[in-house]
């Protein structure tokens, strides 16, 4: 009998339950026994996991977060590498590892298996900025959030004719904001990977109230600099890694001078990454998380599960994170189309 782990590492999003699910159900269909570590890598660097079986993942698609807990805590970072989680394996006789992670997470993994451990990666995050994959699962919720908050914003600045700027997740990549502000009908969008001009936005805005729209949505990808084109942070976290959130503000500030409309700002915060996934991400999820299991149980080490032109497939790991995958200029240039 194979032993799975089975492991949830970094920041949560929609769809973990259904990965986990999809793993299980595979898993145990054949017979393996799955070991579920707790609150990610720290759950294997402390000794903290539990038997999955069918029962233990009844009906638990629908919800958010993620049965076993989640951490940003990292083998490499804060431990030293397989050797700070070699007691949990030996304790628990995991044979191969199935880590359900972004980009982080997964490159641990990649370096992991490097070391000699049977690695399967399975990409997840709503920043959509796994490589070696062309879309994760938690990206369409987080977007449909937003898209929602959008059409609610909409309304209330139409009421008093305001600028209403908001800013969206995404790290370095402006997936969320491009996605999200063309579905919600955003006069701007403001990400990472192109640069933006704050007066000739302003000038488009002003046009636009002055032929009689009473209102502007602007949403901002957290990771653009500010207008005076810095990087903004929010800080370090407890474990010490980079925050986001907060360039909004001098964006809207900038924007309410340059125009002499009221502008307001809207952070919408982990807001994107609570709930229920939507039914797509689950089956998105449901499906990595079988194929990851199938790759498990054929001895396929050193590999991520990954959409490929609609197919699942299995692709390097190491290669699958070892550069972000930032959005394709021609994206943008569709959806700047639409803007004001
Ligand atoms: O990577 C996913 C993500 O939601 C980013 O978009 C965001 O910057 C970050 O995680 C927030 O992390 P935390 O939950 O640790 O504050």
Known sequence: MTTIGLL???????????????????ASAAGAMVVGVENGWAGLMEGRSRLLGRDDVRGISVRGGTILGTSRKDPYVHGSGLASI???LDATGIEALIVIGGDGSLRSGA??????LAVIGVPKTIDNDIAGTDVSFGFGTAVQIV??????????AEAHNRIMVIEVMGRHSGWIALHAGLA?????????EVPYDLADLSARLVARHRSGRDYSIVVVAEGVVDPRGDAVTAGADILGFERFGGVSMSI????????GYETRVMILGHLQRGGTPIASDRILAARLGVKSAELALAGKYGVMAAVKNGEIVAVDLASACAEPRLLPRSLYDEAAWFGA
């Open 147 to 156: 898209t929602d908050a959008i059409d609610r914003l909409t309304t209330t």
């Open 86 to 88: 070699k007691p949990t």
């Open 8 to 26: 949830t590492a970094g920041g949560d999003c929609p769809g973990l339950n259904a990965a986990i699910r999809g793993v299980v159900m595979r």
């Open 111 to 116: 370096m992991l298996a490097s070391e000699g």
């Open 252 to 259: 809207a500030t900038e924007l309410e001078r340059l125009t």
């Open 184 to 192: 919600g009908g955003a006069e701007a969008i403001l990400v990472p």
